[in-house]
């Protein structure tokens, strides 16, 4: 698949440039504008990627312990020239049942507060936000209900923890056009707002494509670069849990079990991770090879009578449009051209005889492919499934890898309720 990259236009008005430029020095910055304005850097080679900016905040804390991934987070004190606010309410727990000590603080808001960052780069940018709702005298977190917005995004609308005792991401990937970029928590009345952990990281340009495929009609999607995105599942088929300490972009794969509606239908399949090749059109940036090296396939594939579907079914808010990235790898076939197979959303035909051998004329090869799923399809939730094609084309079986959901923000720039910021 051709990845797409998302550039600004090198002009005068860049705002990631200085104003008061002589004509020459203009000239020479427009001459090196792609050094200047994207110092995040991916490495042909090794798929490594260094971000450009990267704002790592563990609010509240006074002193932070190393993280499992071996990133470093600024403690409260350390990251107070990014806040703006008149309340100094900080809470902490020694200890609790949490996967990273960036949720044993937090930072409460009774009023309107802001974090502002100055971007070094443009272009695609992680936001996380982290949530857990710590013991203490004086608010109870659990019930706080707040509003989170960006300059642009409305993120989260009314938001609660509704008495989840367990730590709560939420991730977002916005291009970012303006180095000027902030988040802003207003709580309820009567209510609080909190936060226990930011991070505004920079991410690679090839991570989304402007490019997809429209669920139904069937026809090309332009113009994903257009919209901010939720990231809604992360799933990683078949295999083991992927925490930030060994994906290359600090992300988070959950097994898929939990989303099988026949669990007796699949079956496990893996490969050591040294079998992975990637080729010219995807990166470990996409999706780490753990991914690729296990899938779900179909239970007893070995026979040629199989008339089922491999299916996982998932919440969605129908009142938004979703990018759905499948992410395909064919370790099960021993031959080429052997395994073909349909990919159903919702119940309409998003793929039909899928041969991945085919595409890079070998085994083993990573691919994935992005479908634009329209509010309109969305009443029921998501329902994804892979079958055999009905004819009796090579072995009747079919894969999946990996899957990720990411909700489209909507006309009004929200990803949670109808109103914008």
């Known amino acids: 698949m051709e990845m797409g990259k998302t550039r600004l236009k090198a002009s005068k008005s860049n705002p990631f440039l200085p104003s008061l430029l002589s004509t020459p020095m203009a000239i020479l910055l427009v001459l090196l504008l792609p050094l200047l304005s994207w ?36 403690t409260d004190h350390e990251a107070q020239g990014y806040l703006q606010t008149k309340q100094d309410i900080l809470v902490s727990v020694p200890s609790a049942d949490v996967p990273s000590p960036i949720y044993l603080s937090a930072r409460i808001f009774k009023e309107d507060a802001t974090y502002a960052f100055t971007l070094k780069s443009a272009g695609w940018h992680w936001v996380r936000l982290h949530f857990f709702p710590i013991n203490n005298t004086e608010f109870d977190l659990r019930a706080a209900t707040f509003s989170v917005n960006t300059d642009k995004y409305a993120l989260l609308h009314n938001f609660n923890i509704n008495n989840n005792t367990e730590a709560v991401l939420k991730e977002y990937l916005i291009n970012m056009t303006d180095p000027n970029f902030s988040i802003q928590f207003k709580p309820l009345k009567n209510s609080a707002a909190f936060i226990n952990a930011i991070e505004v990281v920079s991410a690679p340009d090839i991570l989304i494509s402007d490019q997809a495929t429209n669920l139904f009609p069937v026809n090309d999607f332009a113009g994903l670069n ?64 753990t991914v690729y090296a296990s899938a779900e396939q179909m239970a007893d594939s070995e026979t040629r009578i199989q008339k089922f579907n491999i299916t996982w079914n998932f919440v969605a808010d129908a009142t938004f449009s979703y990018v759905v990235r499948l992410h395909f790898c064919d370790i099960v076939s021993k031959s080429l051209n052997d395994l073909y197979f349909n990919v159903y959303l919702n ?24 479908i634009v799923v329209d509010a309109s399809l969305m009443s029921n939730g998501l329902a994804v499934e892979v079958g055999p094609m009905d004819d009796e084309t090579g072995t009747r079986n079919a894969i999946l890898n990996g899957l990720e959901v990411f909700k489209m923000s909507s006309k009004v720039n929200s990803l949670d309720g109808v109103f914008g910021c």
Do not use: Q
């Not at 850097?41 to 804390?61: Q, Y």
């Not at 040294?274 to 990166?283: A, C, L, R, V």
């Not at 119940?347 to 992005?370: C, H």
């Open 347 to 370: 119940g309409k035909k998003a793929i039909s005889g899928l041969d991945l051998s085919s595409i890079e004329d070998e085994l083993a090869v990573p691919y994935f492919k992005d």
């Open 226 to 289: 257009d919209f901010g995105y939720e990231v809604v599942y992360r799933l990683n088929m078949g295999g083991p849990l992927i925490t930030s300490e060994n994906d290359t972009l600090s992300r988070r794969w959950v097994p898929d079990k939990p989303y099988l509606k026949h669990e007796a239908l699949a079956k496990k399949a893996s490969v050591p991770t040294s079998s992975i090749k990637y080729g010219p059109g995807t990166s470990p940036l996409i999706a780490p090879a």
């Open 39 to 74: 110092p995040t850097i991916v490495s042909a080679e090794d798929n490594t990627f260094k971000p450009g900016d990267e704002f790592l905040i563990a609010c509240g804390a006074r002193s932070l312990d190393s993280v499992p991934d071996g990133r470093i987070f600024k």
